[in-house]
């Protein structure tokens, strides 16, 4: 899927980002807008048309500038793909379709040089097909496109989930994205594509999904915020109509099991808040809350420290802007510092370090200590 990074930063635009479709949306819109559209993101098997038709087009709620992108692998996506500056390139691997509104314009860069898509005044959105494409880049951009993928030291990766962002970049691999300063670009076509065209204005409305993932993190997504997507956690009382089998049961969501260092087993029912005297917190939903206190010698832990919560078939580990820090460890990646406040989603085995020699082991059920190495 190569490397998908946003630059954090309130009130310019909200990523939804659900493999491999991205949303840029601006900052400020309903909250219900928002939520319509992850739920849509998180249906098996959906189309780019109908997460394009979960975006508002009139009304009190009108989303007047949007992106919506969807990356394919090409027939050649075994192939490596090329620096972007090699002076013979091997053809590219992926293909991008994009729809842009209003304001919203999406930068690609292939191997030929990079070129910039919007809409030109197109109603109600536009349309095009872009192939041999190496990285892309959406919400405020610069002036004119530029020939390689700049992003500031601070991006963040966003492999699955919403976040304020003045910024999203997809490389096709990591080692084209840079921070230093950017050539000028060699192609820049405005509102153009190889099948650019005028799309129809009759849309009809997303169903809704699940609410209890969404308020999780609404109001007011944060920098940062990462949360779990509604597939993973269908509701069986919105079926998807395209999708029949959506309707029946699921599996029972597996269960969790949390263990500070060689302690006891802490059934993870709800959320659990640790640190050094934790006090409960005000949550957007009304999760039951387990208060552990931990020792802290050295005052590395704060008061109240992290929260983990289960949501639908994951795990949501927070920090609860702890004086020094939270980092979370997942199986095969290098360790995510938290800043204060973020979120990580674990669906899996983890371990939270929170200060004074204190790791916190999730461990699905029946599986014991989560096995993985400090």
């Known amino acids: ?46 189309t780019l048309e109908r997460v394009v038709s979960s975006i508002p087009l ?16 090409g027939a050649d996506a075994s192939e490596p793909v090329p620096d972007a500056g090699s002076e013979n390139p091997d053809t590219s691997t992926w293909r991008a379709t994009v729809v842009t509104r209003g304001a919203a314009v999406v930068d690609l860069l292939s191997v030929g040089g990079s070129r910039r898509f919007a809409s030109s005044g197109i109603e109600p959105w536009a349309l095009a097909e872009f192939s041999d494409i190496i990285g892309v880049s959406t919400g405020s951009l610069p002036e004119a496109p530029e020939a390689v993928l700049r992003i500031p030291p601070d991006a963040r990766r966003l492999d699955h989930g919403v976040a304020a962002a003045s910024r999203v970049v ?20 405005e509102g153009s594509g190889e099948n650019a065209s005028e799309s129809h204005d009759d849309h009809d409305a997303a169903a809704a999904a699940d609410d209890t993932v969404i308020t999780r993190t609404r109001p007011g997504v944060g920098a940062g ?54 006090r409960a917190r005000r949550s957007p939903t009304a999760l039951p809350q387990t208060l552990v206190r931990v020792d802290s010698p050295g005052l590395r832990v704060s008061g109240t420290h ?3 919560a289960r949501s639908g078939r994951t795990v949501v580990v927070t ?7 939270t980092t979370v460890v997942l199986p095969g990646r290098p360790p995510i510092r938290l800043r204060q406040g973020d979120s ?31």
Do not use: C, K, Y
């Not at 993973?232 to 309707?247: E, F, I, K, L």
């Not at 029946?248 to 640190?275: E, K, Y």
């Open 344 to 374: 990580v989603v674990a669906t899996g085995a983890a371990i939270v370090e929170i200060g004074d020699g204190n790791v916190i082991h999730i461990s699905p059920r029946d599986r014991g200590n989560s096995g993985i190495t400090v």
């Open 306 to 308: 992290v929260e983990i």
């Open 58 to 73: 009139r009304g009190t709620d009108a989303v007047r500038d949007f992106s919506v992108l969807r990356l394919d692998p």
């Open 1 to 46: 899927m190569g490397s998908l990074r946003f630059v954090p930063a309130e009130g310019q635009w909200i990523a939804l980002a659900v493999w491999p479709t991205i949303v840029t949306v601006p900052a400020g819109i309903a909250d219900e807008t928002v939520e319509t559209i992850w739920s849509t993101l998180g249906l098996q098997g959906v």
């Open 170 to 189: 997809w490389a096709s691999a990591p080692d084209l994205l840079t921070t230093g300063p950017a050539p000028a670009s060699r192609v820049a076509q």
């Open 319 to 325: 920090d609860l802007r702890s004086s020094n820090g």
């Open 225 to 278: 915020t990462v949360i779990p997507s509604p597939e993973d956690d269908p509701d069986p009382a919105h079926p998807d109509p395209q999708h029949p089998d959506s309707a029946h049961p699921t599996p029972a969501h597996p269960a969790f099991d949390l263990r500070v260092n060689d302690g006891p087993p802490i059934d993870l029912v709800g959320a659990v808040v640790f640190g050094r005297d934790p």
